[in-house]
């Protein structure tokens, strides 16, 4: 009986998350200058290059890999995946925040990301790390691969795995 209880509060403490990231993520649209304060959009939800904050793309048969760079002092909140991912913290060092939890990373490290989840990471310090999916049509088109692998909200995810 108690595990069923502490599901059930997971389930609270993750819909009370999702609500407050949410609530966050449109102040931050609502203050966005494209300076000080940048943010994705749903048609272009890949943050624009910018001195605080920059992606590359890596393309091999197969994968697609993105570089980012982060600048020390910065939030970034993270786009909900569709699939579970791996990325590579090549230097700098993370606390990122989701509704599992708070976690600390340091260069070098490996994170697994899972699925239908977003994340707020803040960088302590100047931080590059990739993010690494699957690209099976191997396209290069990054409006066509956002499309494969990330959604815009979490109703947009649940319709996903609604379908799936």
Known sequence: MSNNLQKQEEKRLAKNF???????ENKFKSLADG????????????IPNSNLC???SVFVDGI????????????????IHKHEH????????????SENGTSEH??????????????IAYAHEDTIWYNVH??????????????????ASYEEYEEYIKNK
Do not use: W
């Not at 300076?35 to 890949?46: F, R």
């Not at 982060?70 to 993270?78: D, E, F």
């Not at 049509?137 to 959604?151: A, G």
């Open 18 to 24: 999702r609500s407050a990231i949410v609530e966050i």
């Open 35 to 46: 300076e000080n304060i940048i943010v994705g959009t749903k048609e272009n939800p890949i």
């Open 54 to 56: 920059s992606t590359e």
């Open 64 to 79: 697609y890999a993105r570089e980012m760079f982060v600048r020390q002092g910065c939030v970034v909140i993270g786009a």
């Open 86 to 97: 791996v990325s590579f913290l090549m230097s700098g060092h993370l606390t990122v925040v």
């Open 106 to 119: 340091r260069a070098p490290d490996v994170i697994v990301a899972g699925p239908g989840v977003k994340r």
């Open 134 to 151: 699957g690209n099976p049509t191997n396209t290069k088109d990054l409006k066509k691969l956002e499309k494969e692998i990330i959604v």
